[in-house]
C-alpha cells in the first residue's frame, strides 16, 4: 500500500510543510509518493497522476480547504470500491478531523497512515451557478459564508479566531433576506441569515455547529439561522458548545437533499472554501469515501 501524499505548501509555516511531511512519513515507515500542489487549480490533476499510477489511498496536507481540494479531485475519477482520504493537519482550520478526535499535530497523524483504521464516510455535493462541488465537512449559505472572504484577508496570527472575527466583522453589513428552503419533507420560507448544511460536527475553527450529526447516516444535519440579525448576538455565543439548537432563533431539520433560493448575492461556501453565490441544491452521496482514522 502506498499513499498518494498531497501537499498544500502555504499551509502552516511558509516552507516548513513538505519538510515536515517527509520526516513524518519517513518517521512512521509507510511507503509513500508527496506531490507539492503549485496552486489549487493543480490538486485534481496531481489526484489524477495519483490514480494512473495506481494508488487509492490519498492523504492531503493542509487544512480543511485543501482535503476540500483532493476530496473533489477524488470524487472526479472512477473508483471500483471507494478510495481512502486521510488528513495530516497542517492549516489553521482543520475542522473535519475533531469529528474523530483525531490529532491535530501533522506528525502525530501521520501515525495513523501505519494503521489500518477506516471509516466509511458519506459526503455531500453542492451544485448551483458555480457548477458542483463535493464536500466533506459543512456547507454554509449567507453569513457564515460570507464571513469567511473576511477572516482569509485577516491576519494568521489569528488562527482559528479568524473564522470567528470574520463572522462579526462581516454581520455588521449583512442583513436577514426572505429565502425558502425545501429540505426532504421539510420546508420553511421567511426570513434568514444563515443556512447550515452539515455532514461533520465541526466548522470555523472549532465551533460545534452540527452535535447530532453523523457522517454516515446519509442525511444532511441543516440548520436555518432565521431573521432578524440580532438574534446572531444570542445564538452564536453558544454554537463553540453546541447548545445552540435549542434557540428560538434555530430552525433543525434532516434530509438527504435539499434545495434553496436566495437572492443571488448570497455567498456560497464548503468546507471553508467560497464557492459561489446564490440559488443552490445539495444531497448527500452515501459511502462515498474511507476516512483514515
Not at 434532516?254 to 467560497?274: I, K, M, N, Y
Request: proline residues 6%; aromatic residues 10%; contains cysteine.
Amino acid at each position: 500500500m502506498t499513499w498518494w501524499v498531497i501537499v498544500n505548501p502555504h499551509a502552516g509555516r511558509r516552507g516548513e510543510t513538505e519538510r515536515r511531511t517527509r520526516l513524518a512519513l519517513a518517521a512512521v515507515g509507510v511507503a509513500h509518493e508527496v506531490r507539492v500542489s503549485a496552486r489549487p487549480e493543480h490538486v485534481p490533476q496531481l489526484v489524477a497522476e495519483g490514480r494512473a499510477a495506481g494508488c487509492g489511498d490519498f492523504a492531503a496536507v493542509g487544512g480543511d480547504g485543501t482535503a476540500h481540494l483532493v476530496l473533489n479531485g477524488l470524487m472526479a475519477e472512477p473508483w471500483p470500491s471507494p478510495p481512502t482520504l486521510a488528513i495530516l493537519p497542517a492549516g489553521s482550520g482543520s475542522d473535519f478531523i475533531r469529528t474523530f478526535a483525531l490529532p491535530k499535530r501533522l506528525e502525530d497523524a501521520a501515525r495513523h497512515l501505519a494503521t489500518d483504521s477506516r471509516y466509511r464516510c458519506d459526503v455531500g455535493v453542492l451544485e448551483g451557478n458555480f457548477g458542483r462541488r463535493w464536500f466533506l465537512n459543512v456547507a454554509d449559505m449567507g453569513i457564515a459564508a460570507g464571513s469567511v472572504l473576511v477572516a482569509d484577508a485577516l491576519p494568521r496570527f489569528f488562527g482559528g479566531w479568524r473564522y470567528r472575527v470574520g463572522f462579526w466583522l462581516y454581520l455588521a453589513r449583512f442583513g436577514a433576506d426572505e429565502i425558502e428552503l425545501v429540505a426532504g419533507d421539510h420546508f420553511y420560507r421567511g426570513s434568514a441569515i444563515n443556512v447550515v448544511a452539515a455532514n461533520g460536527q465541526f466548522f470555523g475553527g472549532g465551533l460545534n455547529i452540527a452535535p447530532r450529526a453523523a457522517v454516515t447516516d446519509g442525511l444532511f444535519d441543516i440548520q436555518v439561522f432565521t431573521g432578524p440579525r440580532r438574534h446572531a448576538f444570542t445564538i452564536m455565543p453558544r454554537v463553540p458548545r453546541g447548545t445552540h439548537l435549542g434557540h428560538r432563533g434555530v430552525r433543525r431539520f434532516t434530509a438527504a437533499e435539499f434545495s434553496l433560493s436566495c437572492r443571488p448575492g448570497w455567498p456560497v461556501e464548503a468546507d471553508g472554501e467560497v464557492i459561489g453565490r446564490g440559488a443552490v441544491a445539495g444531497r448527500v452521496v452515501p459511502g462515498a469515501i474511507d476516512f483514515k482514522i
